[in-house]
């Protein structure tokens, strides 16, 4: 699709307020997507103003979906609503749609911020959290076809935030932990990452930012260039599409060895 294409925004009646918001920030966040890494959302993406995890799922569901989360409900569930307090967005994708979900708000004022302060540097307006987050989630929807790790997507966008709000939004003190903690683990999938604490957690969730950061310093254009070449070689590859993820040993890791060596 073209860059500031409507994507409908789905609300309960009285929620007007944010849906404005949310299409405020929408035309202007594709543009710099489509700018910063040459993605577009799919033609199936939905933006949500997210009030509970249940509904959200099952309201963004196919129907042919919608019976296959019930079956399966006591095996998602729980992580859903350990995570949602800790929630400002959610994007899920559910074959070729992808739905965002996004809190308005006065919740994303109720969340809870004990890991959040350790990541970003404080926002107390919540108007402009809401945008920020719907810039971070439509970079998620922009960039689900092409499977990327959770790191490298964490750390679009993030950067794709930055160049958003103008500002640096991560704390400057987490690059401390970037050069100073030692990972004892592989880089984690989200539900690894969902289940970890402390100098772990905070570690994981900004290297991909930092290294994002740090590529396009180095190298301008280079993740924009890789993101192009991976599509294409999994658009014309007869392999699986798990077989090409990036950091295995596939056509990714060759695109992008010094980043799958360093990290
Ligand atoms: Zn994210």
Redesign the pocket.
Known sequence: MMAGRLIPIVSDPGEQATVDLIGGARAEALQLIQESWGLSASEDCRIYVMTSWLRFVFQSAPWSWRILLAVTLPFWSFRARRTWPYSAAWTQRYGKRVAIGIKPPRLLAQSDKSFGVRLFVEEKDMQLNVRRVTC?ELV?ACSAHLRLPAWL??GI?TVTVDRFAGKRTIRAETLNLIRDYQPKAPPPTYRELSRMSGEAFVYHAVRGFWLAGFAEEKCPGFLRRSFRLNWQHARSSRRSRSSWAWGRRTSGARLMPWLVVTL
């Open positions: 971070h998620h997507n964490e966008a």
